[in-house]
Every structure is written in structure tokens, then in C-alpha cells.
């Protein structure tokens, strides 16, 4: 009874954390292949995930005390780490080595795919361990990411690992602690590993975007926008909510390739609590914010039509995000009101089809 009580009360007592059921617990850093002491998360090459894919609920807090200083957001980068992950286990499940050669990728495409795939669980269990044992280390979702052929599954590989590295160069804003900020930057090093090889093997695209990639401020708009892929209820009932905080806004899309200066017409689709579009004031000015590298971009937005002018100084390279905002620049997160959309411009087929 004694030892039911002392677990009970490290639930209540932690700050992050909620009543839990049952879970594998493998808080213990020594549990499992430790990343960069073994090859196990470049070599692994079943279909089955590899550890600590297939062990997928969270993980109950083993010790009472606060959260560590980086504790909610490495639960944040958890969570959109269990969507990535779970981007390549679906394709090494479903797909094969004849999928890709027989339309004309290089041979080794799915060899690459199973790798990264073995990368990325080697993220989680990283992440996992910079959780400190008195916050809940969340478990996966259910996801749906649309493709349904190799191609698809490639052209969509694109535009998840840019979208990678942008929220972890965002994270390192938040960072309190240094060895986070490093960690930080070592898994966006990764994630440009995994895009420059798409992009010269896959696509046979120049891999280069410029002098510097673009620095996104607001991380937590990212991570949202990952919610899209969820399946509706399929989230455990442990998990803290993702991101948080969340401003649960309505997402952007661009259905069209962009133009320098061209007239450039927004879709919005629903955010994680469901808004369908922002509540826009009467009279109130709106802008278009474009983030490219480090520039940020302010164009006039016509709230009725949805539409802008994309602006005629950024060079088309690499990704560009946009937001629609209250203010000019979007200077606070607060300002920011729908977003961010995704404008990919390499390689340039898949940004002619507006991916």
C-alpha cells in the first residue's frame, strides 16, 4: 500500500503531468541502443519499427519535483517528432526497393528511406531522454499524411524535412539551457543531411538555398500546423497538449506556384480547435508576412479576397513561410493570425505544383 501511495503521489505533485494508465516505462536513458554509441540508428532495416517506434504510449514521471527547464519544450518537439517518425515508418511499411526503381528513382531510394527512418527513431529516444523523470514524455498518434504512391510519399519528404529544420532552428529561441540550444542545432544538421540528399539523389535539384535558411520566430505555429496529419481522438488521453502553448490558429495554404510580384491567393483550412478563418475587425489593417532567411517581408492583405502580392525582392530559393497578421512585420506571436503556410521553391517541380 505504501508503495501505491508514494507512486500516486509523484502524480499529483508534477507540474506536467496528469493521472496516467499504465505504460511501458522506459525512462532510463540505459534502456535500448544509446544514440552514438551504436549503429543501430543508421543500420536497423525491418519493417517493423525500430525502438523506440514500437513502443508508443507516454511515459508516466518516475520521480517527483518540478520540470526540468527544457522539459515542455522538448514535449512540444516529442510530439512533432512521433509525426515524423511515423512519416517514414508508414513508407518502409507500404512500400519496397521496386517501388521506387520501377518509376525511375535511384536504386538505393528505399535503403535511404528505411535510414532516415532509423534517424529519426534515434530523435525520439534523444528527446525522450531530455525530458526530465518528473514530466510525462508523450506517446504517438494515429496519422494520416495523404500519400497514397511513392511519389507522393516523396514529393510530401520534401517538404517535411525543410519544415524540420525550421522549427528547430525556431526551438533554439526558446531554449533556456546551452546544451539544448546544441542539441537543437545538431538535429537541424540532421534534417539537412536528409533534405540535401533528396533533393540531388531523388530530384537531381541544386541543394543549395541561399546563404542562410529561414529563421522562423514562432516555432509553435509550426508544431500546430503538424495537427493536420492527426487522426481525430487518436491521441492517448496522457498526453499534455501539443504545442503549448497552442493559439490554435486556422492554417494557410498556397494552392498555386508564386510568382515575383504576382497576386498570390490564400486557402485557408481549419485549425486544431477547428477555426475555419480568422475573426478579421472592421477597419483594422492586415498584412501578408512573408519570413525568407533573415527577412521579414510586410505586404497589404485584402481580407475579402484572401489575397496579397507576393513580394518582388525575395529570391526564390529554399522556403519561404507567410502568415497573416494584425501588425506590421507580425513583431509578437499575438499579432500573428492565421498560419504559417509552407512555400517551397526547391526543387522547382514540385514548387511548380504548388506543393
Known amino acids: ?101 520501377s518509376i525511375g528513382f535511384p536504386n538505393n531510394t528505399y535503403d535511404r528511406i528505411q535510414e532516415i527512418r532509423d534517424n529519426e527513431a534515434g530523435h525520439l529516444r534523444i528527446f525522450q531522454d531530455s525530458i526530465s523523470n ?98 481525430d481522438g487518436s491521441c492517448p488521453s496522457a498526453n499534455p497538449g501539443y504545442p503549448s502553448p497552442s493559439q490554435h490558429l486556422p492554417q494557410l495554404q498556397t494552392p498555386e506556384n508564386v510568382t515575383a510580384g504576382g497576386n498570390l491567393t490564400f486557402v485557408y483550412e481549419k485549425g486544431s480547435d477547428g477555426a475555419e478563418m480568422p475573426v478579421f475587425e472592421e477597419g483594422k489593417d492586415y498584412y501578408a508576412v512573408f519570413f525568407h532567411g533573415l527577412e521579414i517581408i510586410s505586404v497589404p492583405y485584402d481580407v475579402v479576397t484572401n489575397s496579397t502580392i507576393f513580394p518582388s525582392d525575395l529570391e526564390l530559393k529554399g522556403m519561404i513561410l507567410a502568415v497573416i497578421a494584425d501588425e506590421l512585420d507580425a513583431p509578437t506571436e499575438e499579432s500573428v493570425v492565421a498560419g504559417p503556410a509552407f512555400i517551397l521553391e526547391q526543387p522547382a517541380i514540385l514548387a511548380a505544383s504548388g506543393i
Open 134 to 231: 518528473t514530466s510525462i514524455k508523450p506517446g504517438a498518434c494515429n496519422y494520416d499524411f495523404g500519400w497514397r504512391t511513392a511519389t507522393e510519399f516523396l514529393e510530401m519528404q520534401v517538404l517535411i524535412e525543410v519544415s524540420s529544420m525550421a522549427f528547430a532552428a525556431g526551438l533554439v529561441q526558446q531554449a533556456n539551457l546551452n546544451v539544448t540550444k546544441g542539441a537543437l542545432m545538431g538535429i537541424g544538421e540532421t534534417e539537412t543531411r536528409h533534405t540535401t540528399w533528396a533533393l540531388i539523389s531523388v530530384w537531381g535539384a541544386d541543394p543549395f538555398a541561399g546563404p542562410i535558411d529561414t529563421s522562423f520566430p514562432y516555432a509553435n505555429q509550426i508544431l500546430d500546423s503538424t495537427n493536420r496529419f492527426v487522426v
Open 1 to 101: 500500500m505504501q508503495s501505491k501511495f508514494v507512486f500516486l503521489s509523484i502524480l499529483v505533485s508534477t507540474s506536467l503531468s496528469v493521472a496516467l494508465p499504465a505504460s511501458p516505462n522506459i525512462s532510463d536513458p540505459s534502456t535500448g541502443p544509446i544514440p552514438s554509441e551504436t549503429d543501430y540508428y543508421s543500420s536497423y532495416r525491418d519493417k517493423s519499427a525500430p525502438f523506440p517506434g514500437n513502443s508508443t504510449s507516454p511515459i508516466l514521471p518516475t520521480e517527483s519535483g518540478p520540470p526540468g527547464p527544457d522539459d515542455l519544450l522538448f514535449q512540444n518537439l516529442l510530439g512533432a517528432e512521433w509525426a515524423v517518425f511515423s512519416f517514414y515508418q508508414q513508407a518502409v511499411e507500404a512500400l519496397n526497393t521496386t517501388s521506387f526503381i
